[in-house]
Nanobody, 125 residues
Framework: QVQLVESGGGLVQAGGSLRLSCAAS????????MGWFRQAPGKEREFVTA????????YYADSVKGRFTISRENAKNTVYLEMNSLKPEDTAVYYC??????????????????WGQGTQVTVSS
């Protein structure tokens, strides 16, 4: 069993920055892939970014490339999402997720076994 707790969401103006954190507990954190997804009102949950177990490989959605950075600190069982140049269309609930069956970063929603409760990010224009 893996528990995930996100933090760091909030309200920010367009062009601003936020840093989300996701703390994991339970199994060996460095062995599995972590991802961030988001869901805006009335829309389906969508992939944002993922990182491999070692942190050596990352994968981004086109919509956030060059603006968002995922990283992880395995000694602290934590994954981060640094979000810069935020746009109103980035407004959503952001979820972190863990896939304990692979250390390879991927975007497949169905592959992620555990999810956090989500944290709201609101970007005003």
């Amino acid at each position: 069993q893996v528990q995930l707790v996100e933090s760091g969401g909030g309200l920010v103006q367009a062009g601003g920055s936020l840093r989300l954190s996701c703390a994991a507990s339970g199994r060996t954190f460095s062995r599995y892939a972590m991802g961030w997804f988001r869901q805006a009102p009335g829309k389906e949950r969508e992939f944002v970014t993922a990182i491999s177990g070692s942190g050596g490989s990352t994968y981004y959605a086109d919509s956030v490339k060059g603006r968002f950075t995922i990283s992880r600190e395995n000694a602290k069982n934590t994954v981060y999402l640094e979000m810069n140049s935020l746009k109103p269309e980035d407004t959503a609930v952001y979820y972190c997720a863990a896939d304990v069956h692979t250390s390879r970063a991927h975007s497949a929603y169905v592959g992620y076994d555990y999810w956090g409760q989500g944290t709201q990010v609101t970007v005003s224009s």
